[in-house]
């Protein structure tokens, strides 16, 4: 896909990942909606940055995991733009459910906007997507989705059932609309970590570096602009993952 005057949707994209994503698609020339939850001066933020590359912006308050906000969040990038090229779920909630557990709390917040949330954003945008020349979708999904954390019960479950969906949606968009993952893994060390702790991770590291942002953006960019792959995965983990053997 030629993203030059395409119209792309980041869900959670005011800020860190989501952020850095709307960016590159603005960079390629896509007009971005920018979906945010609670980051409403982290969003217009970002819209500045967008519009000051030369690109239109949009940024949209909206819980995805309220079904009804997100049908009215679709509708208005239809009214703005006409239509949408590109979807990128991203938005989550990463908190931490041991299991087992009798505060189901968390357990219903993670899942309802990963799994939920996602579907809703997907299902509702799939009809704007089918009616272009050819959409693109990418989830971000987790290598707990392959490797799960112990703690985090439900980001792993969801993570987890985001890629199942990934398979499904391309299945079931096929041929109009591509649909593909990025699993990240150590990117933007958190702010709390200890020295020692961010050690451990470049440690558990075949480039035994942190990432960052950008290299996730440049990920989505390309599988938006791939033609010919669907119900794939990316990792983005500097080889995490086989450094772990």
């Not at 960079?27 to 979906?35: D, K, L, S, W, Y």
């Not at 704007?128 to 990418?138: I, M, T």
Request: glycine content about 8%; aromatic content about 6%; proline content about 4%.
């Amino acid at each position: 896909m030629n993203i030059q005057s395409k119209t792309a949707l980041v869900t959670g994209g005011a800020h860190r990942v989501g952020k850095a994503i709307a960016l590159e698609l603005a960079r390629a020339g896509a007009n971005t909606v920018i979906n945010y939850n609670s980051s409403a001066a982290a969003a217009q933020e970002t819209v500045r940055e967008i519009e000051a590359l030369g690109a239109q912006a949009l940024a949209i308050q909206c819980d995805i995991a309220d079904l009804a906000a997100v049908q009215r969040m679709v509708a208005q990038v239809a009214e703005r733009f006409g239509g949408l090229d590109i979807l990128v779920n991203n938005a989550d909630y990463f908190g931490k459910h041991p299991f087992p557990s009798d505060d189901y709390t968390v357990w219903r917040r993670v899942t309802e906007i990963t799994i939920n949330g996602s579907f809703y954003v997907s299902n509702e945008c799939a009809p704007l997507l089918l009616a272009g020349e050819g959409g693109a979708v990418v989830n971000i999904v987790d290598l707990s989705a392959w490797q799960p954390w112990k703690g985090f019960t439900a980001h792993a479950v969801a993570k987890a059932g985001l890629m199942a969906l990934t398979q499904q949606m391309a299945l079931e968009l096929a041929p109009t609309v591509r649909v593909n993952a990025v699993a990240p893994g150590p990117v933007l060390p958190p702010p709390d970590y200890s020295q020692k702790q961010l050690q451990a991770v470049v440690n558990g590291t075949l480039l035994k570096r942190w990432g960052r942002a950008e290299d996730v953006a440049h990920a989505v960019r390309f599988l938006v602009e791939a033609e010919y792959i669907t119900g794939d995965v990316i990792f983005v983990d500097g080889g995490e993952r086989l450094a772990r053997r």
